[in-house]
Structure formats: structure tokens, C-alpha cells
């Protein structure tokens, strides 16, 4: 079942999305080599807690830190470690939940560690546009399969791969609410998109084979190629005739 939000839910989860953005403002100032994944946990955790919002990851189904930091051939939900070094070179996703007043927002940004190869800095531009160009579709009438085609389409046209297993996501006073949004599929297909719906897009990407592994951690989610991946994500309301972007900051590019 969708649930679509009142304005006052939807004024509560802007609230989240601004914290949100304001985590990776923050981020994009402090990521540097040397620093260890758990580093910025810390940051993610503070910002959030000084800003009045709930960590929501921590504790979700056990999982034990307040953001997931992924790098290079991790795709999603890598556990923040203080033996998990960044070096010059990394990508590094990090995918945050805030919650205000019991509801929520969700996204995720990969950070380039200094000067990068052509291979490294083309797979974070792509899985960024392949939300650019699926949001685009978003708006009352239009289907959740408009949305997964765009992404795909994208995706495999540049040479990478789609995560099967993961999916984009419905998001409110629980984290993940449906509709699902998978990164794969056919437009015309799925729900019907309409006005105070609020979702979750996120490409994750793999550079080379789609196929994917869980390590004994029961969390963190690599390539099993070993290739890289990357992951870009935004929590979106869907308006009268379009939609709003509730989780960047001004002047974010
Ligand atoms: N933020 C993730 C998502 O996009 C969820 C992370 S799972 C958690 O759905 F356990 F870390 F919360
Ligand atoms: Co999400």
C-alpha cells in the first residue's frame, strides 16, 4: 500500500531532507585521505543529533552505525570501521537516514578522494545522471516502470550494470515503504505515480558484472568481480506537476 503525505508530513520530512543535505555539505568539506570510515560515522552522528534528527540507520533490523560508507567495489551498506581507511583515489558512497519528528529522509552521495583514474571518476558520473535523468520522469500519472526504464536504460547504454537485489524505495514515517523502485524494468509498468507520494530513486551501479555478494557481516554488499561500483540517491515528493528534490542543499551541483 502507497501512503501519500499530508503537507504537514511532508514539511516534517523537508525538515529531515534539509539535515540530510546539510550532513553531506559537511562531508564534502571534511572527507580526506587518512581518515577512516568510522571517521565519518562520527560526523554523519553529530550533525544529525546537533540538528534535532534521529540517526535512523543505527539499531535498523541491528545495523550498528548511523551511516553506511561504501568504497570502491562495495556497493551498498558497508559498516564504518576504524580499520576501513580512505586513500587518495577512493570512491566513497555514503548513505544517510535522518528522521524528525518520526518521519523520514533518505540519500546517498560517493565522494571522489582527490585526483581519481578515468575508470573511477566516469562510474560516479554516471550513476549520478541515471537519477537526473529517471527524476525528470516524475509526476502525477506516470509509472514507477518509467522511472526503473530510465535508470537502466542509462545505465547499460554507458557499459555498466544495475543491481538486481536492491531497489529504490517509498519512504515516511517508516524508511522503506512501498513502492518499490527497482533500477531495472519497462515504463508503462508498475504503480501509478501521484501527487504527495514520496520516493527514494537510487542507482547503484556496477562497473562490471551485475552479480553482487554479502560478506559474513550479514550487511556489507560488494561486486563479486570485484569491480567498482557507486550509488546516488534523493528523497522526492511528488508535487501537482512535477516533483521536489527535499534532500540537497543549495548550490549542490
Ligand atoms: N539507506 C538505505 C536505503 O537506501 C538503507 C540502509 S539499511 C540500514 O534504503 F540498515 F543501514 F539502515
Ligand atoms: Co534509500
Known sequence: MI?????????LMKEAGRVVALVFKTLEEKIHPGMTTLDIDSIVEKTMLDNNCIPAEKGYYGYPASA?????????????????????????????????KGYSADACRTYKVGTLTERANR??????????????????????????????????????????????????????????????????????????????????????????????????VKSKDGKLTAHYENTVIVTEDGYEIITMYEGEE
Not at 503525505?5 to 514539511?11: A, D, P, Q, T, W
Open 3 to 11: 501512503i501519500t503525505k499530508s503537507e504537514r508530513e511532508i514539511n
Open 68 to 100: 553506511c560508507v561504501s568504497v570502491n567495489d562495495t556497493l551498498i551498506h558497508g559498516i564504518p570501521s576504524s580499520k576501513i581507511v580512505i586513500h587518495e583515489g577512493d570512491i566513497v558512497s555514503v548513505d544517510i537516514v535522518a528522521t524528525y
Open 123 to 220: 562510474i560516479v558520473d554516471i550513476t549520478k545522471q541515471a537519477f537526473f535523468e529517471a527524476v525528470k520522469l516524475v509526476r502525477p500519472g506516470a509509472h514507477i516502470g518509467d522511472i526503473s526504464e530510465a535508470i537502466q536504460k542509462f545505465v547499460e547504454s554507458h557499459g555498466y550494470n544495475v543491481v538486481r537485489e536492491y531497489t529504490g524505495h517509498g519512504i515516511g514515517s517508516h524508511m522503506h515503504e512501498d513502492p518499490s523502485i527497482p533500477n531495472y524494468g519497462r515504463s508503462g509498468t508498475g504503480p501509478v505515480i501521484s501527487k504527495g507520494m514520496a520516493l527514494c530513486i537510487e542507482p547503484m551501479v556496477l562497473e562490471g558484472r551485475k552479480d553482487v555478494r554479502t560478506l559474513g557481516d550479514g550487511w556489507t
